[in-house]
């Protein structure tokens, strides 16, 4: 029998085997029985603890199955706390300034790639806690799980934030997210996850890439901001940037309450794209199918370059047509639409 044939039957067996689950649940089965054969809570140990009190210059973190805390405190020294599975190889090792904690599994033959059973997340989580005053390189990357950072206001006054050297985080399946850190740089990459980054101070740049998810920006600065999307929404608020560069072929753009000294420039192949409350010197925008929408204080001193193949165009109310092109102003607005319609609306 070919691979096919094998799968399809082993997928019908699989229905047939819910559906008699769930007649047996119906029955008065009890169902608790049923969940403690698939957990596998009893694979794993007791908590391992490491502790490193000299101070480091980097942090790599390189685990296939687990989740990433990052976390800071007031200690002097760091530590960390994981659970072992059976089929886990674990490492932990120092290289002068460098400290790397890598984390694979044994290879085992599993029927057509299905693992069935659950872990509690707290097994699957490798916590790291840092003194506050230690600045370090992060490298962070898991193959299945979430990554998390999470800093914190030293000076709620001035919201001076904790500091960190380059921050590179990638999660191949799982949301990353990061928040209350000063950097100079930061680049966040997710095939299939969500992506935050919230009250952020970053230097220089910031470029986040995901396939399929949100990538959410609230609450940040950067000097440039590079986003890359496939499938996804991109959801921005109260950002100040000097230039924002966004590129994603499926999906929707909203911007909101958000300041950029120069460039928007976003790209759609199909999607709506809506700012709201946005400053920019120029705006660049165009997407192949969906609407643009952009809302400002007042058209004064603003130059529009529109244009729509299959749609309307309305400035504040009054239909333009299908094209609008006007030859002064400071304010550089162009946008276009193949199928869809262009909004300029004028708050009141």
Known sequence: M??????????????????LIGVGIAGGMDASRISSTFNQNEAYGE???????????????????KHVDVSYTDSDSLKLTYYSHTDDIWEVKRDLDVLTIS???????????????????????????????WVLDYDLTTNTGDIK???????????????????????????????????PSLELKTDTGDIAILNMLVIENIKATNSTGVIH?????????????????IEIENLHVLSLNIDSDTGQVIIKDTEVDSLIRVRLSTGRI??????????DLKTNTGD???????????????????????VDGINQGDRHVTTTGSISINAETETGNIYILVRD
Request: no cysteine.
């Open 217 to 233: 920006f609230e609450d940040s600065y950067a000097q440039e901001v590079d986003i890359f999307g496939s499938t996804g929404r």
């Open 149 to 183: 950072m999470i800093g914190k206001f030293l000076d709620p006054i001035f919201m001076s934030r904790l500091l960190a050297k380059t921050i590179s985080i990638e999660s191949d399946t799982g949301d990353v997210e990061v928040t209350y850190l000063s950097t």
């Open 47 to 65: 908590p391992i603890h490491y502790t490193e009190s000299e101070p480091i210059e980097k942090l790599v973190i390189d685990v296939a199955v």
């Open 103 to 133: 984390q694979t599994q044994k290879v085992k033959f599993v029927i057509f790639g299905f693992n069935f059973g659950f872990v509690d997340r707290e097994l699957l989580t490798l916590k790291v806690e840092i003194p506050q005053h």
């Open 274 to 283: 809506g700012l709201f409350d946005v400053s920019a010197a120029t705006y």
């Open 292 to 314: 643009v929408e952009v809302e400002l204080i007042s058209l004064l001193d603003t130059r529009f370059d529109l244009s729509t193949n299959t749609g309307k165009i309305m």
């Open 2 to 19: 070919t691979m096919k044939v094998l799968l399809r039957i082993f997928v019908f067996l699989l229905i047939v085997g819910v559906i």
